[in-house]
């Protein structure tokens, strides 16, 4: 029998269109199968995540890359409820942000993030950077439920 791999659920929780946009681009160019689902502040990604109103039916993700810098709730303060909730947890979340504070990085790794990346500002780097992410991510790495 054949494998036939899953389609992997991402979140993208991103309230700048360019970089929604960016990502899914640089994501477009792999040959897994995935569905991006894009929450636009805190409060939409915790609805999401929860099932909470119009999101009733959203489907769990399989990995979330977050921003930091979110109207409503932070990128800290929705990373500290996945991390806190005993259903949540075990999803692999990225911190995706245009900090490099040291701050930053270590407050998102305090919250438990499973990783930190930087977003390059030029176009080349942003693919490169993201094609870094799912090589290791998406291929090498076990996921929950994989």
Not at 98 to 125: G, M, Q, R, W
């Amino acid at each position: 029998m054949d494998y036939i791999p899953k389609t992997l659920q991402v979140l993208l929780v991103e309230d700048n269109e360019g970089d929604v946009r960016l990502v899914k681009e640089a994501f477009n160019e792999s040959k897994i199968d995935k569905v991006f689902s894009v929450a636009k502040d805190g409060e939409e990604a915790l609805n999401y995540l929860y099932r909470r109103g119009k999101y009733a039916e959203s489907v769990r993700p399989d990995i979330i890359l977050l921003d930091i810098n979110l109207p409503k709730k932070n990128g800290f303060e929705v990373l500290e409820s996945i991390k806190k909730d005993d259903d949540l947890k075990r999803i692999p979340v990225i911190m995706l942000s245009s900090s490099s504070s040291e701050d930053h990085i270590s407050k998102s790794y305090d919250l438990n993030a499973n990783c930190y990346v930087t977003k390059p500002v030029d176009f080349d780097e942003y693919t490169q950077t993201v094609k870094t992410i799912e090589d290791f991510w998406f291929q090498m790495a076990k996921l929950p439920g994989s």
